[in-house]
Every structure is written in structure tokens, then in C-alpha cells.
């Protein structure tokens, strides 16, 4: 097959990809970015979000990236994170490209009983981890019976 053959196909199914791609997009929020939650499945990085005992465990997936090119801020009740993903060198014509790269950002709103002034966050194995105490006046606390 010709070279410029071969590369007129490539073309032909990058476009359909990123159409693929945009009608996903479009199917899992509908509202695109007017919608105020930024989750689901296409959301990145992802992100599971527990309750402990007293505070909130917040774990993105960010794989291959170093933590110096992560960065977590906070704002009021909502906890941003931002970086960018390196494109990899290509080592020859591609065939397929599945990993996204570039710039991303994902707030996540958290209830009001966080204390995101004492948060702290902590990165292994591609895992960032945040952990947020609940306020003072959202835990549990024991009264004593007077008698």
C-alpha cells in the first residue's frame, strides 16, 4: 500500500476516533460543561471518594505521572487537582493512541463537615491519596449522664 495511502487511512480513523470519543462525551453528560458534577466514567483523573471514622479518604489515579507534576489546591468546600500528562515518544507510525495526554484538572466538592484546611495528601504507585478531618463540630462526641 502506498505511504501516502496508508497515511490518508490513519487520518481517516483518527477523525473517527476523536468523533467516537466527542459522542461519548456527549452521552455521558449531556449538559457537557454546564452540568456541575465532573464524574463518571471520562472523568480524569478518577477518583473514589470513602468516609472513614472521622474523615474523608479522596484516591485520584494518576499512573505515570511524578508527584512533582500533580497539584492539589483547596477552595472553600472543594479540593482541585491539576497537572499534565506527557505525550510519550512515539516509536513509529501509530496504529492506535488510547492514552490520553495534556493538561487536566477535576474539582471535587466535598460535604460541609470537611476540613480542608488540615488536609494532606500523599502519592504512591501512580495512587495520589488525600485525606480530609472531619471539622471538630461534625465528630462525634460523648456527653456525659449527670446523676
Known sequence: ??????????????????????????FERPMGWFTTSTSGRGAFPPAN???RNDHYVIRFEVPGMPPEDVSVETQLDSIRVSGKRS????????HRLE?????????????????????HAQY?????????????????????VQH
Open 99 to 119: 492514552r490520553w495526554s495534556g493538561d487536566f484538572n477535576r474539582t471535587i466538592q466535598l460535604p460541609n463537615d470537611a476540613d480542608l484546611s488540615k488536609a
Open 1 to 26: 500500500m502506498p505511504r501516502s495511502l496508508l497515511h490518508s487511512e490513519l487520518e481517516s480513523f483518527d477523525a473517527l476516533m476523536r468523533l467516537q470519543n466527542e459522542l461519548d462525551r456527549v
Open 87 to 94: 505525550v510519550s515518544q512515539a516509536v513509529g507510525t501509530p
Open 124 to 144: 504512591q504507585s501512580g495512587v495520589l491519596s488525600i485525606e480530609v478531618p472531619l471539622r471538630e463540630e461534625a465528630k462525634p462526641r460523648q456527653i456525659a
Open 49 to 51: 471518594i470513602f468516609r
